[in-house]
């Protein structure tokens, strides 16, 4: 099962303005090959689905920790999208009866990605930039412990290469933030499947990271993650399973040449992580209704009731 806290992984700045376009591209990291979707529903089901867990137990608790921080993935790219597409958070001005008859949200025609609003609203969905589908053909699960492994050391260099794509289109520091977290994160992945590997056999498949070959500290977004610590650190995301994966993430291990030094730690629990913006409603675009004064009084008192 799994662990739900009402947090991003990361804090992220409100938008500065709105800008549809980018949360198009920032769509690729979401439902792209090598997006967020794509390393969770690998490593998800490589975990549900993998052999001898008893006599294998640091691997699978590698890629059962690994799993639910996926899941947090999925969620902090889900809100950069909404919030670039939303703009600036704003007071609540979320009153009914908007005029619709105006077109006003002509604006949405010349967007990238137009049925982000016309279907969704302004939210994200597994999808690429280009607003294909995410689907399962991207999960591999072969059942092969180093094969399953190798291809998870891929997946992670790819979407690496896909996060430094993708913060080279981004002016907002919302979804440059995005990125930067990410490729510390990402970074992280890439180099605990690769000690795995190591573990397993021999090869030091580690010395082929960074991949591709750009430090960290050539972007500013990822100076704060890099200096707290964030490189060395895997999250258990539970109570008290997955800390058989110390083994592997551990043990003396040192951060990756270029990256600040210190030696690689399991830590307990979960990131600190940042609040989630409330993203105010449009009554015109019906979200969350036309004329929502009736949901908000229900939910107020449900709101007193549960106190």
């Given at each position: 099962m799994f662990l739900r806290i009402d947090k991003l992984q990361a804090d992220l700045p409100a938008p500065k303005k709105q800008d549809p376009n980018a949360a198009a591209a920032l769509q690729?990291?979401?439902?792209?090959?090598?997006?967020?979707?794509?390393?969770?529903?690998n490593y998800m089901f490589q975990s549900f689905n993998f052999r001898s867990k008893a006599k294998l137990r640091p691997f699978y608790s590698l890629v059962a920790a690994i799993?639910?921080?996926?899941?947090?993935?999925?969620?902090?790219?889900?809100n950069g999208v909404s919030m670039l597409n939303a703009g600036p958070d704003m007071p609540a001005n979320e009153k009914g009866g908007a005029d619709i008859t105006d077109a006003p949200f002509s604006a949405m025609q010349d967007i990238r990605l137009a049925g982000s609003f016309l279907a969704n609203g302004g939210g994200a969905m597994p999808m690429n930039s280009n607003a294909a589908s995410w689907n399962?053909?991207?999960?591999?699960?072969?059942?092969?412990?180093?094969?399953?492994?190798?291809?998870?050391?891929?997946?992670?260099?790819?979407?690496?290469?896909?996060?430094?794509r993708v913060y080279e289109t981004m002016t907002e520091p919302t979804g440059r933030e995005v990125c930067g977290?990410?490729?510390?994160?990402?970074?992280?992945?890439?180099?605990a499947y690769a000690l795995a590997l190591k573990k397993l056999t021999g090869v030091a498949i580690e010395q082929m990271?960074?991949?591709?070959?750009?430090?960290?500290?050539?972007?500013?977004?990822?100076?704060?993650?890099?200096?707290?610590?964030?490189?060395?650190?895997?999250?258990?995301?539970?109570?008290?399973?997955?800390?058989?994966m110390a083994g592997i993430w551990g043990g003396g291990e040192q951060a990756l040449p270029g990256d600040p030094p210190g030696e690689?730690?399991?830590?307990?629990?979960?990131?600190?992580g940042g609040k989630i913006h409330d993203l105010t409603g449009q009554a015109a675009a019906f979200s969350?209704?036309?004329?929502?004064?009736?949901?908000?009084?229900?939910?107020?008192?449900?709101?007193s009731a549960s106190r």
């Amino acid at each position: 099962m799994f662990l739900r806290i009402d947090k991003l992984q990361a804090d992220l700045p409100a938008p500065k303005k709105q800008d549809p376009n980018a949360a198009a591209a920032l769509q690729e990291l979401l439902g792209g090959k090598y997006g967020e979707m794509s390393t969770l529903g690998n490593y998800m089901f490589q975990s549900f689905n993998f052999r001898s867990k008893a006599k294998l137990r640091p691997f699978y608790s590698l890629v059962a920790a690994i799993t639910a921080e996926e899941l947090g993935h999925v969620e902090l790219v889900s809100n950069g999208v909404s919030m670039l597409n939303a703009g600036p958070d704003m007071p609540a001005n979320e009153k009914g009866g908007a005029d619709i008859t105006d077109a006003p949200f002509s604006a949405m025609q010349d967007i990238r990605l137009a049925g982000s609003f016309l279907a969704n609203g302004g939210g994200a969905m597994p999808m690429n930039s280009n607003a294909a589908s995410w689907n399962m053909d991207m999960v591999t699960t072969t059942g092969n412990v180093v094969f399953d492994l190798l291809h998870n050391f891929h997946l992670e260099c790819g979407a690496r290469i896909h996060k430094l794509r993708v913060y080279e289109t981004m002016t907002e520091p919302t979804g440059r933030e995005v990125c930067g977290y990410l490729l510390v994160r990402g970074s992280v992945h890439a180099h605990a499947y690769a000690l795995a590997l190591k573990k397993l056999t021999g090869v030091a498949i580690e010395q082929m990271l960074p991949t591709p070959n750009i430090n960290l500290d050539k972007i500013p977004e990822c100076q704060k993650y890099l200096a707290e610590g964030s490189h060395r650190r895997l999250y258990r995301f539970s109570p008290d399973d997955y800390k058989e994966m110390a083994g592997i993430w551990g043990g003396g291990e040192q951060a990756l040449p270029g990256d600040p030094p210190g030696e690689l730690e399991v830590v307990d629990g979960y990131p600190e992580g940042g609040k989630i913006h409330d993203l105010t409603g449009q009554a015109a675009a019906f979200s969350p209704e036309y004329a929502p004064e009736e949901m908000f009084e229900i939910a107020s008192k449900l709101y007193s009731a549960s106190r």
